[in-house]
């Protein structure tokens, strides 16, 4: 009797090892019980307990080394443009150059014009308005030179007899030692300033090989780009000369919906100072507009220092009211730009955040200076386009 109610409940135990149901004693298959078989293929623990490592810290992770790896390559490409900038700076330059040229070469070649002949015209057309500029700018500083030389001194003497009255009660003399002062060190260091004026030929020169080769690159961008890029996207597989073709146009075109938009934006700007301070009768109407339309391609910046610049030269020679006066026209300016011409002309497709902008110019600056300061925002722009083009073609 015994020994079958024994053998009941072993008969009872095996079966729920099988099954995985509760045994009639109420002992649970694997339940860590001495004598269970382990399962197959596991090992015995060791005692210390298992730790798992958090998912957002195996993302972090898995994030660092590529963000490291992409430091690595973004630190060796600029570190060779800063060794080519000779070569680079010109190259960025034609971009920009052939981005707004070519739609003017594309009118003239739809009117019948060969390739080559539409690249012709729309290169000399853009050498004529160059040389244009350059000679009115050369012409009004030699004519008004010393009519602005005559007016700093007097406004120079006009301050000086304010800092010796009331409250201040200056002496004169102390500036003119400090400009005695400067003449007797430029005199002490002749060496120093010949240096700097050779060092300031060999910037000239490193200039004008600067201009030929982004006019020579931006010829050959705007006769043979399409055949330039096919080129470049021949060896990809076809899916992915699809995808590369996408963004590149994209791309392209945000740069060329950039330079439009900005020069369009320079344009307002310049005209408005010049007219301002030929109503003033101020000094170097010509080459302040030219310096505001040029820098206006530095967003932000650019217009600040030019207009900052102007306000210096009203103030010495027309006095504070109007000093003022253009100070308040620039404000005005700077606050239509922001909230009217930025996203009415330049457009949506390359529109960015004040805050973006304002990194990528002071990133730009720090890297390349001024001429990275300027490629810095088509650069970003054309980036996002790229980026955004992708994405709508995986939706």
């Given at each position: 009797?015994?020994?079958?109610?024994?053998?009941?409940?072993?008969?009872?135990?095996?079966?729920?090892?099988?099954?995985?149901?509760?045994?009639?004693?109420?002992a649970v298959p694997g339940d860590g019980a001495p004598g269970d078989a382990l399962p197959p293929g596991s090992a015995p623990s060791a005692g210390a307990p298992r730790v798992e490592v958090p998912r957002w810290l195996q993302t972090a992770a898995a994030w660092s080394?590529?963000?490291?790896?992409?430091?690595?390559?973004?630190?060796?490409?600029?570190?060779?443009?800063?060794?080519?900038?000779?070569?680079?700076?010109?190259?960025?330059?034609?971009?920009?150059?052939?981005?707004?040229?070519?739609?003017?070469?594309?009118?003239?070649?739809?009117?019948?014009?060969?390739?080559?002949?539409?690249?012709?015209?729309?290169?000399?057309?853009?050498?004529?308005?160059?040389?244009?500029?350059?000679?009115?700018?050369?012409?009004?500083?030699?004519?008004?030179?010393?009519?602005?030389?005559?007016?700093?001194?007097?406004?120079?003497?006009?301050?000086?007899?304010?800092?010796?009255?009331?409250?201040?009660?200056?002496?004169?003399?102390?500036?003119?030692?400090?400009?005695?002062?400067?003449?007797?060190?430029?005199?002490?260091?002749?060496?120093?300033?010949?240096?700097?004026?050779?060092?300031?030929?060999?910037?000239?020169?490193?200039?004008?090989?600067?201009?030929?080769?982004?006019?020579?690159?931006?010829?050959?961008?705007?006769?043979?780009?399409?055949?330039?890029?096919?080129?470049?996207?021949?060896?990809?597989?076809?899916?992915?000369?699809?995808?590369?073709?996408?963004?590149?146009?994209?791309?392209?075109?945000?740069?060329?919906?950039?330079?439009?938009?900005?020069?369009?934006?320079?344009?307002?700007?310049?005209?408005?100072?010049?007219?301002?301070?030929?109503?003033?009768?101020?000094?170097?109407?010509?080459?302040?507009?030219?310096?505001?339309?040029?820098?206006?391609?530095?967003?932000?910046?650019?217009?600040?220092?030019?207009?900052?610049?102007?306000?210096?030269?009203?103030?010495?020679?027309?006095?504070?009211?109007?000093?003022?006066?253009?100070?308040?026209?620039?404000?005005?300016?700077?606050?239509?730009?922001?909230?009217?011409?930025?996203?009415?002309?330049?457009?949506?497709?390359?529109?960015?955040?004040?805050?973006?902008?304002?990194?990528?110019?002071?990133?730009?600056?720090?890297?390349?200076?001024?001429?990275?300061?300027?490629?810095?925002?088509?650069?970003?722009?054309?980036?996002?386009?790229?980026?955004?083009?992708?994405?709508?073609?995986?939706?």
């Amino acid at each position: 009797m015994i020994g079958r109610a024994a053998r009941r409940v072993a008969n009872g135990v095996a079966g729920a090892r099988a099954t995985g149901e509760p045994a009639a004693n109420g002992a649970v298959p694997g339940d860590g019980a001495p004598g269970d078989a382990l399962p197959p293929g596991s090992a015995p623990s060791a005692g210390a307990p298992r730790v798992e490592v958090p998912r957002w810290l195996q993302t972090a992770a898995a994030w660092s080394w590529r963000l490291l790896l992409l430091a690595v390559v973004v630190y060796i490409a600029a570190w060779l443009a800063a060794l080519l900038y000779l070569v680079v700076v010109p190259c960025a330059a034609a971009i920009l150059l052939a981005a707004l040229l070519q739609p003017l070469a594309a009118r003239l070649r739809r009117a019948g014009l060969a390739p080559l002949a539409a690249t012709w015209c729309t290169m000399l057309a853009a050498i004529v308005l160059l040389a244009g500029a350059v000679w009115l700018v050369t012409a009004r500083v030699q004519a008004e030179y010393p009519n602005l030389v005559s007016q700093v001194k007097h406004t120079i003497t006009q301050v000086q007899a304010w800092l010796a009255g009331p409250p201040f009660h200056l002496h004169t003399g102390n500036l003119q030692k400090l400009s005695d002062s400067v003449v007797k060190y430029l005199s002490q260091h002749k060496s120093l300033v010949e240096g700097t004026a050779v060092t300031g030929a060999r910037i000239v020169v490193e200039v004008l090989a600067g201009v030929v080769l982004t006019f020579f690159v931006s010829f050959f961008l705007i006769k043979d780009g399409d055949r330039i890029w096919a080129w470049l996207t021949s060896r990809l597989a076809p899916e992915r000369k699809a995808r590369a073709d996408r963004a590149g146009r994209a791309a392209w075109q945000a740069v060329v919906y950039y330079v439009r938009g900005t020069v369009a934006v320079a344009a307002i700007h310049a005209t408005v100072l010049g007219i301002t301070l030929s109503i003033m009768n101020a000094p170097l109407v010509a080459p302040l507009a030219l310096f505001m339309f040029l820098a206006a391609f530095v967003p932000l910046v650019g217009v600040l220092a030019a207009g900052g610049l102007a306000i210096l030269v009203v103030l010495a020679t027309k006095g504070w009211v109007f000093a003022l006066i253009l100070l308040g026209i620039l404000i005005v300016m700077s606050q239509l730009e922001g909230h009217l011409l930025q996203p009415q002309v330049v457009g949506k497709m390359v529109r960015l955040h004040p805050l973006a902008v304002i990194l990528v110019l002071a990133v730009g600056g720090v890297v390349a200076g001024i001429a990275g300061a300027v490629v810095a925002v088509p650069i970003t722009a054309a980036v996002t386009r790229a980026v955004h083009a992708l994405r709508d073609e995986g939706a």
